[in-house]
Every structure is written in structure tokens, then in C-alpha cells.
């Protein structure tokens, strides 16, 4: 068969690009080894976001006295939470599934193997186990969005029995009673906010000097604290050194030139993911890579004319929907053979951690510019002045934008309730090169939390 474009991979990028191709007039064939949706779906954004939700109602439960009530025997069922994440996944895969029948789309159950610049096998496994190509596609295009795969660190012990990965985080059938966190990331926070209202004792391990290293480090700092108040522990500045499995775990680190440990009953590895690129031939086909990824221009376009990378494994931003937005600038560079109008700008992409406060940004943080020699201005505002936020109980939190001397922003950083729908409106400012003038010239609705960055530039 031929086709007009091969996209290796139905996750985010692919499948939204494969569905934005066919419905220009392209023959697009997807070729997924896995379940559909990809990491986001089925072991990533979207079931750690069900029980993110499940997480905050236990604790706003656990708070309701405050407002007359009484949950005194208030009983948490684990496998109901954990059946409701599956029931949303397969309810979302339902819904992908019907995509893929988009006239147009054709999609092919197997593993990719690039055999030439225009040409992709697709493996199946046969006899005796042994993978044996099943189709080979044709295409004047090809578009690889496999995704990422866990890291796991050099250090003794990373796969013994009792180490998980977010994967198996998901399919738990017990809370661990301690939990032991390597990695003060994203990752490794939204699970130590989770099952910390599920009630584990929870240790997060963070090798840099703060946990959320990408992020603003007064928002860092201000969320660590926060989530401490709460009954974490953090050991930032640590490196983790080996685990030990036995009747239970140990985690040996090493703290400003000591050696001490940490036991626990089950141990998350969460110190990031790495460009999935294993079956794909790379070198064959003299496809530049790192170990962050597959090289890409601005086009999305691999060293090899035709051959595009998008998402987690071109490295550049591991997000669900900058592959999305990467995936319509190849194509626009497809279709037309020109950069996109609106091309892919990486600083102005939202990001953001579910915990209980939420944490978002966008654009540059303090650091960054400090470093760079920017001259900017701080604008912050609090939670705990604002109407909605207090009658929510919500007073935990911050507003804090950086501008130019002349207003226009450069970042924007907020920790609070509702930071990654809020973080939106500083975004798209951001996009049409607005200013903290602009911001005080909208008038917001009262009460609403939204009021909170108005006052930040007021």
C-alpha cells in the first residue's frame, strides 16, 4: 500500500495530526503497537489526572467541617478510584478508536521499522516469537511520534522488586503504606500529592537543589512548602544512590557528603522520560539524534527530507499538547512546504502540575532572565486577599508575572486552586505580545479568581 503520509505512533500528535491530514484531502496510514491514545492517555495525563480528582475531593472532605459538614466516617474505597480511572481511559480510547475510522485514515496494528526514507515495515510478532513484517507501507512522508519511555537511574537496585514506575503507580491494588519518591518533578509530585491524600507517608528524593527544576523557583519553593504543611517530606539536593529490597525497601542517598537512608514500603522512580527510539532503524537511515531525542528544524523535519519528529521523542518539550501543535506545523510544511504562519513558539507553551495547590507557568522564569541579563519587573498578588479564593478555602497561593521594563510579559508563574486554567489568559497575552496594561484594562468578574491576576498589576 501507499500512502500519502506513514505516522508511527497514535498518541496526541499522531492521531490529532493523522485526523488534521485526512480531513485535507491526505491518505494517512497509523501504524500503533500499543493501546491507542499513548503515553497521555493510557499511563500518563490523563488516568494520574482521575485520581489527581479523587485526591482532591478526599480533601476537601477531609476539610468540610469548616462548612458544617460532618464527614466523621468518611471510608475510601481505592479499587472504586481505580476502576473510575480505567472507566474514563476506555471511555477516551472509545473515542480515538472512532477517529482512526476517519475516511482517509487507515491503521495498522504493529511495530515500525523504517526500511528506507520511503518506506516502513510493520512488524508483528510470529513463530517461535519472532517479529516478522507483516505490511509494508509506502509514503512520500513519514512522521514518528512514538512518544517517550521511563529513565531509570544507573544506581544499584533501579530494577528490583518493590521499584515502580508511574505505569504501575496506576494499577496499585494497595496503598503503600510509605512511599518513597525519586524524582521532584512533575511526575514524582502529582503522585506524592496523590497518595499522600490517600494516605501514605510520603518521602520525595530531588537531586537538584529544588524540586520542579524547570519551574520558577519561588513557585517551587512556595509549593514544597506547602505540600510539607501537608506531611511530605523532601530531601532536595540528595542524590539517590541504591535501593535495597528486603522485608522492605531502603533507599541509600547521599546528602551534602553523607550517606542515610530512607525505608519504605514501595519505591517510584519518577526521574523522567527519554526519547522512545528503539525499533526505528535511526542509523540506518542516518537520522541525527542525542540521547534528549531526534533532531528536528523549525519544521518539525528530521536530518532526512520527508522524515518529521514530533512530541516526546524529538526532546524538545515533553508535553501532550506541544505534539499536538507540532504535528500541524509538519503538516502545514507538507502541505505547502513553507514554516507554519503561526509556527510552534516552545517559550510560550503552558505547563502545569496537578497537585493540591496546582502549579502553572508559561514564558521565561526569574532565573532565566536574571541569567540572561533581561531587566524586568516583578507583579505578584495573593490568594488569601481574594474574595472567591477564601470562600473556597483556597487562600493557599500566588500570582507573580515578570515584564519588561515596559510591560510586556516574559513569564508568568502562578501556584494556587484552578493554576492551570488560569495560567490560559497570561498565555495567550503572551502570544499577541501583550502587557500588564492590558491585563489592568480588562475588567475581571467579581468574585472570581481570575480577580487575582488583576490585582497583580494593579
Do not use: W
Amino acid at each position: 500500500m501507499e500512502y500519502d503520509i506513514v505516522i508511527i505512533g497514535a498518541g496526541p500528535g499522531g492521531y490529532e495530526t493523522a485526523v488534521a491530514a485526512a480531513r485535507k484531502g491526505l491518505s494517512v496510514a497509523v501504524i500503533e503497537k500499543s493501546d491507542l491514545g499513548g503515553t497521555c492517555l493510557n499511563c500518563g495525563c490523563i488516568p494520574t489526572k482521575c485520581l489527581c480528582r479523587t485526591a482532591e475531593i478526599l480533601e476537601l472532605v477531609k476539610g468540610s467541617a469548616s462548612h458544617g459538614i460532618h464527614a466523621n466516617d468518611l471510608q475510601f474505597d481505592f479499587a472504586s478510584a481505580i476502576q473510575r480511572k480505567n472507566q474514563v481511559v476506555r471511555q477516551l480510547q472509545s473515542g480515538i478508536d472512532t477517529l482512526m475510522k476517519t475516511p482517509g485514515i487507515t491503521l495498522y496494528r504493529g511495530e515500525a521499522h523504517l526500511a528506507d526514507a520511503n518506506t516502513v515495515n510493520v512488524l508483528v510478532v510470529g513463530s517461535n516469537d519472532t517479529k516478522e513484517v507483516a505490511d509494508v507501507i509506502k509514503t512520500k512522508n513519514i512522521i514518528i511520534a512514538t512518544g517517550s519511555v521511563t529513565k531509570f537511574l544507573p544506581i544499584e537496585g533501579a530494577h528490583a522488586p518493590g521499584v515502580v514506575t508511574s505505569t504501575e503507580m496506576l494499577n496499585l491494588t494497595t496503598i503503600p503504606k510509605r512511599l518513597c519518591i525519586i524524582g521532584g518533578g512533575v511526575i514524582g509530585l502529582e503522585f506524592a500529592s496523590i497518595y499522600n491524600s490517600f494516605g501514605s507517608e510520603v518521602t520525595v528524593v530531588e537531586f537538584c537543589k529544588e524540586i520542579l527544576p524547570n519551574f520558577d523557583r519561588d513557585l517551587a519553593k512556595r509549593l514544597r512548602t506547602s505540600l510539607k504543611k501537608r506531611g511530605m517530606t523532601f530531601y532536595t539536593g540528595a542524590a539517590a544512590k541504591s535501593i535495597l529490597s528486603g522485608d522492605c525497601m531502603t533507599v541509600t542517598y547521599e546528602e551534602k557528603g553523607k550517606e542515610k537512608t530512607i525505608d519504605a514500603d514501595l519505591v517510584l522512580m519518577a526521574v523522567g522520560r527519554t526519547a522512545n527510539v528503539g525499533s526505528l532503524n535511526l542509523d540506518d537511515l542516518n537520522i541525527a539524534y542525542t540521547p534528549k531525542g531526534i533532531e528536528v528544524d523549525g519544521n518539525m523535519q528530521t536530518s532526512v527530507p520527508g522524515i518529521y519528529a514530533i512530541g516526546d521523542v524529538n526532546g524538545l518539550l515533553q508535553l501532550a499538547h506541544a505534539a499536538k501543535a507540532q504535528g500541524i506545523i509538519a503538516l502545514e510544511h507538507i502541505l505547502h512546504g513553507k514554516t507554519h504562519k503561526s509556527a510552534l513558539d516552545l517559550g510560550i507553551i503552558p505547563a502545569a502540575v496537578f497537585t493540591v495547590p496546582e502549579a502553572a507557568m508559561v514564558g521565561k522564569t526569574e532565573e532565566q532572565l536574571m541569567d540572561s541579563g533581561v531587566a524586568y519587573n516583578v507583579y505578584k498578588s495573593f490568594y488569601r486577599a481574594n474574595g472567591k479564593a477564601l470562600s473556597m478555602d483556597a487562600e493557599d497561593g500566588i500570582v507573580k508575572i515578570l515584564a519588561s521594563e515596559d510591560g510586556q510579559l516574559l513569564g508568568a508563574h502562578i501556584l494556587g486552586a484552578h493554576a492551570s486554567d488560569l495560567i490560559h489568559e497570561l498565555a495567550i497575552l503572551m502570544i499577541k505580545r501583550g502587557s500588564v496594561h492590558d491585563i489592568s484594562n480588562t475588567v475581571h468578574a467579581h468574585p472570581s479568581l481570575s480577580e487575582i491576576i488583576l490585582s497583580a498589576t494593579e
